[in-house]
């Protein structure tokens, strides 16, 4: 497993943190490696901001469960209150581990909604 930590500052936007966490399986048959990404976080704000948080957990032997959590709002377009309009988006991908060691994803659950931050 390798980490990549990156903290980077730029015009365009002002802070970013990402932080991931792949697992990649090496297979002798195959040139290309699979990977799947277990753990991630990513923050940024400018005129926008992104939260977002991926988790994952191993079902059983063959199975990654990952969730995937993101919350985006414009910040420069606050309502007539000052309420700030916000996504959230959770998914849910489910990968199984083949007989050729590659994960798959086999099945996705997307929920999503609108709120109004204060």
């Known amino acids: 497993m390798v980490i990549y930590p990156s903290i980077k500052i730029n015009i ?3 802070y970013e943190e990402h ?6 399986t090496l297979d002798k048959k195959n040139f290309y490696p699979t990977t799947v990404l277990l753990s991630e976080k ?3 704000s400018s005129l926008a901001s992104l939260d977002l948080i991926t988790t994952s ?3 059983d032997s ?3 469960k990952q969730t995937t959590i993101e919350k985006s709002c414009i910040l420069d377009l606050p309502g007539p ?3 700030i309009t916000c996504n ?3 998914a849910i991908t489910y990968y199984k581990l083949s007989e050729r060691q590659i994960f798959y994803p086999y099945k996705r659950i997307v929920n999503w909604e609108i709120k109004k931050d204060k």
Not at 19 to 24: P, R, S
């Open 12 to 14: 365009k936007v002002p």
């Open 19 to 24: 932080m991931a966490l792949y697992l990649i």
């Open 42 to 44: 990513i923050k940024e």
């Open 57 to 59: 957990i191993l079902k």
């Open 62 to 64: 063959s199975v990654i």
């Open 81 to 83: 209150k000052g309420e």
């Open 88 to 90: 959230y988006d959770t």
